[in-house]
């Protein structure tokens, strides 16, 4: 996961009674006719029997974390897993397999070295941060300032950091929802480029993760304000504590970064989306689409991001593709190239589908990690809100609330789709687990509860089942 | 730690109204006077509440794991760290700080890489094993045999193992008193030369450890049935899993190991042991013994093996340096030299104070990691065994039960010392998290738990204090 929105805060509201507060449904009575007929819901509850047994997406997780492992953009690994999906979706039976060439540029991760010099020596774990220029082949040193958090760097003086490494210590929290994230990752962000701002060297940070094992976390830089010209890495928690420490004692600290990594910007390497599709029996032109990205970070094996979302959309088509007959409307799962590097797999979809926008009735993407669902929240028209709560009543017996909410653009890539216009559901699972394991080598299939996969799978197997086979119109 | 004798069983007795059985303490009636007087009891559970408020030991291993860092035999970290005891030693107050010197041959990790080459090539986390040889430069590259423990790798024929990489896949299991060790660090200690005795050329086994993160467990091989003459490396656990899934499918996997580290076996290293003394005030040349060892694995930083014991001990020993008097006995407190490369430096001290032997009244070790002591278990002569029993009445209030058996021999380095005739006491902390960072890089401080090193603390003081004011004769 890159990341979107998981910095907002969610009102949820708990699904009892009744599920929209007055305000949210006013428009709505009581009264209102049942949207999805007792068949449709005996169907899917058929389905939710079939996930829960079949551990179909725990499966296919074991097999694309065994057989291809890490999926890095224009790495032999991302072609392999482009294979592997397009294979797997035949032999599956999806009805149409295709891809569509994603386009970008290369970056060489290459070696890092990392050691505090003085007054401690003490080899340090770290990971360049993607986009990452290097440093000159002997490493760089310099003295080390510790800021606290992005701010602090930001309001440091212009030339203060002249001939230094710049290091951020921001500690991520644990949130069930994530929403640590959004205040840790700024620094990831756009911390280099500031830091060189102000003259520093070089730039390290704190992981963003909460874990405390001595692996470090890799993930993207923004670009949006320019590209930074210095080295920047990441430590692990355990190795910027110590930082810390040796920081904190008074004496200058020294940190010596040595990083062969490289950026080749004129280097064009290319990927995909992969995607597959249940053609509808009714009217084919709609689909209900279900996203996750199939490229990785390379240091994992992308077992849990995005594994996880890629085997359980795959499940849950699957599921479907096995009833005695198609659902009216298509589905298609996609699975999104070059998430990691900025959503690039998405916007190339977007642009090259944006006359088919109209057509994708509703969406939703998984690309958070470990846990068990426990929140849905639409973004859908009002009219459709009807249709929501009743997918909710099936749900809400597995402890799946309703989000008062009704603003969801989609998770990760899906969110691009959202803001163009296209309805969606974003189901929120228990991530806390999640930024233990996020960009690091720790990202392997260990990590997937075969429990958790049956039981998401089941939501996404109902969910996309109800809108295919409806005709309810979700848009805004 | 090593390893000593963890695979045993205990036959755990709580702690209630009688502290022994009647057939253990046949001989001591209900009368028996009090061995410690009030005035002795008062003062233990004084220290008690210094060493609850100190959080010394916490303090020094900070100190420890930040200034000095890794400490594996031979290394800067290793002088670096006799110079820190020294002088925190001193700095501490004790009356005598004296070092003796301990010599060992050097082993160079070097670097390590490892992958799957076919038929899913997939880069692997792996470890040298301590002594293990290096491979070619261009490395070793041959088909993997799995073998589920190391018995199955012992019953393969003489010569079925010509050209192949043997890997042993046997999983530890999580045990409060680390008993899971046992059985799975045989496959470290005889897995490579038993290979070789079968014809293989590399040896690579599942860590010995009971986490899933992508970090490997080094550790010592034993060399007392004769010295591998092949490679000898640790992957990770999850990379074990990815390995043996591979494997399971049914075409041969080849792997390839490099690895540059090299056996110096006629380049001896100096190291020491450290010892710090408590004078007693009445019989000086007897002494309560505290033990732990100061060297390292070379990946953590030793704050948890041994960072741990040394710092608890010595924060033990300060406590009772800042009673209005010494105790009527010295106390010692050992930071063993050289232990995880075979209890070297407790083997030189035991050479060394020999004639000395009798003098050691009784003792302690700390090498078992981050968890709170559950159980006592004395090692002494049965005149001894209510002394003890009073001991742990001041104990049970914390929770720590009273071992039924009376055969303890020390833990790790004084466990020598106990076979050769020393009184000894093993306090078991619980181990569950420890085999989690057991020598690995996650051998880091952030790991030690501030309130479980205060708990330990206050027991390992009033232990100590009570053992060297009293003049109780533990002898067997």
Redesign the interface.
């Known amino acids: 996961m890159l990341l979107n929105k998981l910095s907002g805060t969610f009102a949820v509201l708990a699904v009892t009674g009744s599920l929209f507060s007055q305000t949210v449904l006013a428009e709505e009575s009581a009264e209102t006719p049942t949207i999805f007929s007792a068949e449709m819901k005996a169907t899917a509850l058929e389905l939710k029997d079939t996930a829960m047994e079949a551990g179909l997406a725990y499966e296919l997780d074991?097999s694309l974390?065994?057989?291809?492992?890490?999926r890095r953009v224009g790495t032999?690994g991302d072609r392999l897993g482009i294979k592997w999906a397009v294979a797997k979706m035949k032999a599956l039976g999806f009805d149409k397999v295709w891809t569509e060439e994603v386009t970008h540029v290369y970056w060489e991760r290459g070696e890092i070295e990392a050691e505090v010099t003085g007054p401690?020596?003490?080899?340090m774990?770290a990971i360049a941060l993607g986009g990452s220029v290097g440093t000159p082949k002997k490493g760089i040193e310099a003295e080390v300032v510790e800021f606290e958090n992005f701010a602090a760097l930001e309001a440091a003086p212009e030339g203060s950091l002249k001939g230094k490494i710049a290091y951020v210590s921001y500690r991520m929290e644990r949130k069930i929802d994530g929403s640590g994230y959004g205040p840790a990752v700024i620094a990831r962000g756009y911390g280099a480029l500031t830091a060189e701002q102000k003259g520093a060297v070089g730039y390290i940070m704190r992981s963003v993760g909460t874990d405390?094992?001595?692996?470090a976390h890799t993930g993207g830089q923004r670009e949006d304000k320019g590209v930074a010209g210095i080295p920047a890495a990441a430590l692990s928690?355990?190795d910027a504590?110590?930082l810390s420490?040796?920081i904190r004692?008074g004496q200058p600290v020294t940190f010596k970064l040595k990083q062969s990594s490289k950026r080749h910007d004129k280097k064009v390497v290319k990927t995909a989306n992969v995607i597959g599709e249940v053609t509808g029996r009714e009217t084919p032109e709609d689909y209900v689409i279900l996203g996750s990205h199939l490229d990785s970070w390379d240091v994992?094996?992308g077992a849990v991001d995005d594994g996880i979302g890629v085997t359980i959309t795959m499940a849950a088509a699957k599921h479907i593709l096995d009833l005695p007959q198609r659902p009216k409307r298509s589905i298609r799962v996609v699975l999104f190239g070059a998430e990691e590097v900025g959503l690039v797999g998405v916007k190339q979809y977007l642009e090259k589908n944006r006359a088919e926008l109209d057509h994708h009735v509703i969406g939703a993407e998984w690309d958070f990690g470990v846990g068990r669902i426990y929140d849905m929240k639409p973004g859908v028209g009002p009219q459709a809100l009807n249709a929501i709560r009743e997918m909710a009543e099936l749900f809400a017996p597995m402890g799946v609330s309703l989000n008062a909410a009704n603003d969801a653009k989609g998770d990760s890539d899906l969110s691009l789709l959202g803001e163009a216009g296209m309805p969606a559901v974003e189901f929120a699972p228990d991530g806390s687990l999640y930024f233990d394991y996020h960009h690091?080598?720790?990202d392997?299939?260990?990590?997937v509860d075969p429990e958790a996969m049956k039981f998401n799978t089941a939501i996404y197997t109902m969910f996309t089942w109800l809108a295919a086979e409806s005709g309810v119109d979700f848009r805004k």
Do not use: A
Request: glycine fraction near 6%; proline fraction near 12%; charged fraction near 25%.
């Open positions: 074991e974390s065994t057989e291809v492992g890490p032999p401690y020596p003490q080899r774990t405390n094992n001595r692996l928690n355990p504590d110590i420490n040796m004692r994992g094996t690091t080598d720790n392997t299939f260990d990590k």
